[in-house]
């Protein structure tokens, strides 16, 4: 028989990775502080929950999906959290992207009552989470990480064990750095070009087959060519994960001056009002700098 799975935060993320649970043949009870985001999935067959505590009492593992730390926080050490309807044997996967410090100090709360926690922050976006084809990295106890695997391969494709618990986190840090670097450099490619008078999609069309070629460039590239902004990740929570990322440098003593950059560069797009945008709304500092925008 099939384990029982609590899912805590339906959002953009949650709601498409706790229905394909759902649909695996999981029983699946659900919990979100918005309640109308539960509706739809009670209607597909997953019982609703209280709170996160009764979300634990129902549930063999529970999944949380969350914003940021404090969120994880509350909802798992918090008042009616996860950690009051715990018992021995209960297994608490974090999907959210938080501070590996954090990560380790919920684990230590957690055992002592029992229960074994997985820090599993994702990547792939929306798209991966409707598909089934994020890529997760983990951290953990082996054995546990070994008994979660099937849930896991309901969620994604790349599954990726990393060591002890916040090495997951770790791990999914590095990831955002590169990410937010990357961009960054899509954002000043482009933005030389526009300026020397090149045709953008033809420069799009050469880079991309080249060692210049990346995943940010032949996927927001032409979004920002099109001033497309709809967010698949948000500018927003892209600076939250950079924050979190210095943060842990500056534990390490490690500089990450071009990190910082690109910290600023997207507070300046911030303050612009475009938080909620996606992170090709990244090229808007390019344009405020350049005094113009990429198509002229």
């Not at 309640?35 to 609703?48: D, H, P």
């Not at 957690?110 to 409707?130: F, H, N, S, T, Y």
């Not at 500089?255 to 709304?281: C, F, I, N, S, Y």
Request: overall charge positive; hydrophobic content about 45%; charged content about 25%.
């Amino acid at each position: 028989m099939k384990m029982r799975v609590g899912f805590i935060g339906l959002g953009v993320m949650g709601k498409p990775m706790a229905k394909r649970i759902l649909e695996a043949g999981y029983p699946l009870t659900v919990w979100n502080r918005t309640r109308w985001k539960m509706e739809e999935l009670v209607k597909l067959g997953a019982q609703g929950a209280e709170s996160p505590k009764d979300v634990a009492e129902k549930s063999d593992v529970v999944i949380t999906m969350v914003t940021d730390s404090p969120d994880v926080e509350e909802v798992v050490l918090g008042p009616s959290g996860v950690i009051e309807g715990a018992r021995e044997g209960l297994i608490l996967i974090d999907m959210s992207t938080i501070s590996p410090e954090v990560t380790r100090r919920i684990a230590k709360k957690l055992a002592e009552k029992g229960v074994k926690m997985l820090d599993a922050p994702v990547r792939g976006g929306d798209i991966g989470a409707k598909q089934g084809t994020l890529s997760i990295m983990v951290g953990g106890p082996k054995d546990v990480f070994e008994k979660c695997l099937p849930i896991f391969k309901v969620l994604g494709k790349r599954i990726t064990y990393m060591g002890p618990n916040g090495m997951g986190q770790t791990t999914k840090l590095c990831n955002q750095v590169i990410c937010a670097l990357n961009i960054q450099a899509v954002c000043e490619g482009l933005m030389l070009g526009a300026k020397a008078g090149l045709d953008l999609e033809k420069l799009l069309k050469v880079v991309t087959a080249g060692a210049a070629g990346s995943w940010m460039l032949s996927n927001l590239g032409p979004k920002m060519l099109k001033r497309d902004f709809k967010p698949g990740f948000k500018i927003s929570h892209q600076l939250k994960d950079l924050r979190l990322a210095l943060s842990f440098a500056s534990q390490l003593r490690l500089p990450l001056p071009g990190t910082a950059l690109v910290q600023q560069m997207l507070r300046a797009v911030e303050a612009e009002g475009l938080g909620d945008k996606g992170t090709q709304a990244a090229i808007v500092a390019m344009e405020k700098l350049a005094g113009r925008t990429l198509q002229g």
